[in-house]
């Protein structure tokens, strides 16, 4: 598993652009709120010790996450420079786990080739509960964090192209 070794928190500070001058938002599942908002919170964290500005950071909650695909599509609508999308589906019982998750991933996927804001997908998609929360500031760190730090390495190269 990639994530074993690897805290998803570390970066290294001299490699991430000066993200000072960029807006970003952040759509936010409702679902599985305990791990949304450890997420949610990774993110924002890594923005602000970026130099993001608070009040330049837009978030906005969504019911699961398959509402993320219409809420990132709004937000893109507001200018900002990223958009992050935060959810998290945990695997039950049903094939509904497979269906959110593939329709999830084409719906970003969808959104960063017909528009020009970057989407960055930062969606669990895990088999435990336990997973999902070694994931979102636990024992792997944050996925959150490891999104922002993508979302200016993406912004920066909206602006540089």
Not at 45 to 72: H, Q, T
């Amino acid at each position: 598993m990639a994530t074993e070794n690897k805290n998803l928190s570390e970066y290294d500070k001299n490699t991430i652009p000066n993200a000072s001058n960029f807006r970003f938002g952040i759509v936010v599942s409702e679902w599985n709120e305990t791990i949304t908002e450890g997420l949610c919170k990774g993110a924002i964290d890594a923005l602000i010790d970026n130099g993001v500005a608070k009040d330049a950071i837009i978030r906005w909650d969504v019911p699961g996450s398959f509402e993320l695909i219409y809420g990132c599509k709004k937000m893109i609508e507001q200018k900002v420079d990223a958009v992050i999308a935060i959810g998290s589906v945990i695997q039950g019982e049903t094939k509904h786990f497979d269906f959110v998750c593939e329709g999830v991933t084409q719906g970003i996927k969808d959104l960063n080739v017909t528009t020009d804001t970057p989407v960055i997908f930062c969606v669990l998609t895990d088999n435990t509960m336990q997973q999902a929360i070694d994931r979102s500031g636990g024992k792997h760190g944050n996925k959150g964090t490891e999104a922002a730090i993508a979302a200016i390495k993406m912004a920066q190269l909206r602006l540089n192209s």
